[in-house]
């Protein structure tokens, strides 16, 4: 039987510790510091040659410290002999950059880089929880598990929707359209509403809302919002103003 063992980055140590507690996997010692030119220092304090060693890191407000630091803990596991090294990262940075916004922009692909990079690093398998796009699946040559929860969203829905006939999901755009009627199906086939960004001004900031039309009805309804990823909240603030605005109950 393979020795396991979790090391926690920097985003949240304390989910890292119940993880281990409840996976009853050894929570390893780590040393993460900088030097004077705030480039970050790693260094595994416990064994982990011909150990599976898993890493623990989330989202953040410094996603690009963050992933170095990612990309360095692997890597001191992967030189000290790790057998394996497994990334649980429940929101992998860098999904919503998939693909171009159009053919003609000199954009990145940055999910597609970051896949080449957590393998160069070490890792060996990612495990996630609702990739921002299939698309992204196809970018990995390591294994990467993608784990879903609508069913857990489902269970509390189910609480409070009652009459279906009074109750429709919402997807805030396109993109989260299938993981609306997913849930839709789970509470007993609800109707699903739809909005639909317009073409955005190319000299807007990121993360300012674009404008957007709808396609459903809400009129005396309650209406579930059900999206992937928030930033700022723009666009869900913007949405729901909307849904109100077109007769829905809350």
């Known amino acids: 039987m393979i020795d396991k063992i979790l090391f926690a980055g920097s985003t949240d140590p304390k989910a890292a510790k119940k993880l281990a507690q409840k996976a009853k996997i050894g929570l390893g010692r780590i040393l ?38 990612t990309f360095l803990i692997a890597n001191a596991a992967k030189e000290s002999g790790a057998k394996k090294v497994i990334l649980i990262s429940p929101s992998l940075l860098y999904s919503r950059q998939d693909k171009k916004t159009s053919p003609e922009k000199r954009e990145p692909i940055s999910a597609k880089i970051l896949a080449r990079l957590y393998q160069a690093s070490g890792i060996d398998k990612v495990i996630t929880c609702h990739l921002h796009s299939k698309r992204i699946l196809n970018y990995y040559k390591i294994k990467i598990l993608d784990l879903k929860f609508h069913h857990l969203f489902a269970k509390e829905l189910r609480k409070m929707v009652k009459r279906k006939e009074n109750w429709q999901v919402i997807a805030p755009d396109e993109g989260a359209k299938e993981d609306a009627n997913i849930l839709a199906s789970l509470l007993g086939n609800l109707k699903v509403g739809i909005f639909k960004k317009q073409r955005e001004d190319p000299t807007k900031r990121v993360n300012v809302p674009s404008p957007f039309k709808f396609s459903g009805s809400v009129k005396g309804k309650n209406a579930i919002l059900f999206d992937d990823m928030v930033d700022t909240g723009g666009t869900i603030i913007q949405v729901k103003e909307k849904l109100l605005s077109l007769g829905a109950k809350k």
């Open 32 to 69: 993460i510091k900088k030097f004077a030119c705030n480039e970050k220092y790693i260094q595994l304090l416990d064994d982990v040659k011909r150990k599976l060693v898993y890493i623990y890191q989330t989202s953040s407000l410094n996603p690009d410290e963050i992933l170095i630091e």
